[in-house]
């Protein structure tokens, strides 16, 4: 980021850390810490900056995925999480919708207490390995029943990267239900700008005084700036050089990582 | 028909057929003819009008194909059918392309001719239960490894009736790896024109001598238009009734099935 100077580190009052490449590189094993990540998250608590977490992930409840954060040194608590299933649950709640859900095994408490019988919508998560041809053909079967199918997206990502490799994420589903089903999907999530603006709400800072920092160019950097935040792309997580090219979005600066996002950033303080 | 005259089924001298829908319902049981349409296919053959199926079928080689639909009382032979197997084979050797298949298992053998080591190009079929999370993310990976994506799918249709229910079909598939790589899929097989003149020098007649009869508004119906073909839209198969408020697509006619189809076009030869 020399090239562009420093001013995008000015006048911050909170951040808003995505989770998934940017504190911890996700997988089957449970995942590993990003080098410095932990210690970057401590130093931004000390710092006195507001910090919240403003993640996708839809393969756990917020109580897992927060104790999955801790036991990699990571000192967050539950309320400091912002995700999209609680987001989902309001909009079901104020819309009088009953969903089928397709998500992940770990995320079905979060909608423990939502009425699921006869289903007037569906809810799609970051399924995973639920992402069968038997589940996908079942929630097209509901929709395309319906007389105005209702899908409610968690997220538009089209991939994340695990210790394993490369995954679709929720998007590439979500587009593979609206073109059978002729319909266009309302994601709850990032980039929606309303779910960015709960962040900011929990985070309890202006957007002018918060800064996003993410690996994904469009959900990350491009929704946090729709939102009037600035916003930094780590180059880590599933960063790929052709994201500095992207013909639309353009991060305020690019960091190799958190560590040193948070070293520029306390700096200006 | 009758609102509309009978004048679309003058001057023919041939008729492509589409198969699942039209000669019969496709079902992991191996499928039932659609009442009255072995009988259609015997009087089109009596009447010396020339037939050819135009199928985007990708589960079976047309010589199992031609053997099921033989058990099933329809008197066809494997150069009658226009599949997109084999145009996709030709595509292949033309430029060079060596594609990872992911298919139905009943298809690989059409590529047995074909290179497939160190791939540079995914061909896409409907694979059924091969649409696996796992085969899904390794046709991902290798796409969004290579320089400039080549993804090649064996049809775009969105949906088809099987006798236990609607399913999924490959252009659902389709878009979601459009959507992960950001790279837009070559269509081989309906509504491709290509295709359709493929099917059409197969027959050996030309379009405006020519009547298409299909299921699928936009695959049967609009590509044969597109082609200078008339079409027709039977109500069977995966027909619904607001296909017929199509906002682009009008069928030159809707049958109630392929024997009514017959009978009009036989009575005004």
Redesign the interface.
């Known amino acids: 980021m020399a090239e562009r100077g420093r001013g995008w580190a000015r006048a911050v009052r909170g951040l808003l850390l995505d989770v998934s490449g940017v504190l911890y590189d996700s997988g089957a094993d449970g995942g590993v810490p990003i080098a410095g990540s932990a210690e970057a998250v401590r130093r931004i608590k000390a710092s006195g900056l507001k910090l919240q977490l403003c993640t996708n992930e839809t393969q756990a409840t917020r109580e897992d995925f927060v104790r999955k954060l801790r036991a990699m040194g990571f000192d967050v608590s539950v309320a400091q999480v912002t995700a999209p299933a609680p987001a989902a649950c309001r909009l079901l709640r104020e819309r009088g919708l009953r969903p089928h859900l397709l998500v992940h095994d770990g995320l079905v408490p979060e909608f423990a207490e939502i009425d699921k019988t006869n289903p007037n919508c569906v809810v799609l998560g970051d399924a995973?390995?639920n992402?069968?041809?038997a589940n996908?053909?079942e929630a097209?079967?509901l929709l395309?029943g319906m007389e105005k199918p209702v899908l409610i997206s968690l997220g538009k990502g089209?991939?994340y990267k695990e210790t394993d490799?490369?995954?679709?994420?929720v998007?590439?589903?979500m587009?593979?239900?609206?073109?059978?089903?002729?319909v266009q999907a309302e994601v709850v999530g990032k980039p929606a700008k309303r779910f960015f603006e709960s962040a900011l709400a929990e985070l309890g800072v202006p957007a002018e005084q918060a800064i996003m920092i993410g690996d994904d160019i469009v959900s990350d950097v491009g929704g946090a700036q729709q939102c009037g935040m600035r916003a930094l792309q780590v180059r880590t997580g599933k960063y790929r050089p052709s994201d500095e090219n992207h013909p639309v979005v353009k991060p305020d600066a690019y960091v190799n990582n958190l560590a040193e996002a948070v070293d520029i950033i306390l700096q200006q303080l």
């Not at 490799?165 to 994420?169: S, Y």
């Not at 587009?175 to 002729?182: N, Q």
């Open positions: 995973a390995e992402f069968t041809y996908l053909n097209f079967r395309i089209r991939y490799g490369l995954k679709l994420d998007g590439a589903y587009k593979a239900l609206e073109y059978a089903c002729d």
